[in-house]
């Protein structure tokens, strides 16, 4: 098992910044970012495994970055130039055995989420 615990989250106004955190029990093969918005599905953002390999969702290039401590366990996402189509819930999730995958499904272990929410 692997407990995971986001924090960071706020209100900012539009082009405004936050930096997210995740606190993992244990190093595991993948973590990544997620997100969810009021009345939609979790959509994946960013993943990286233990090794510092990334990927991310298109409509974040450029303005997330996804980071990692492996030392503490800890994982990082960068909010930059946010905008209010990012507001939603944002959670960490973590898998051993597979990355790079925006299937909800394919990982293991999941936060209880940070709320970010982005004013115009």
């Known amino acids: 098992q692997v407990q995971l615990v986001e924090s960071g989250g706020g209100s900012v106004q539009a082009g405004g910044s936050l930096r997210l955190s995740c606190a993992a029990s244990r190093s595991t093969y993948c973590m990544g970012w997620f997100r969810q918005a009021p009345g939609k599905g979790r959509t994946g953002l960013t993943t990286?495994?233990?090794?510092?390999?990334?990927t991310y969702a298109d409509n974040v290039k450029g303005r997330f970055t996804i980071s990692k401590d492996n030392a503490k366990n800890t994982l990082y996402l960068q909010l930059n130039s946010l905008k209010p189509e990012d507001t939603a819930m944002y959670y960490c999730a973590a898998d051993d055995v597979r990355c790079g995958s925006w299937s909800v499904a394919n990982y293991a272990y999941w936060g209880q989420g940070t709320q970010v929410t982005v004013s115009s």
């Open positions: 990286i495994t233990g090794a510092g390999s990334t």
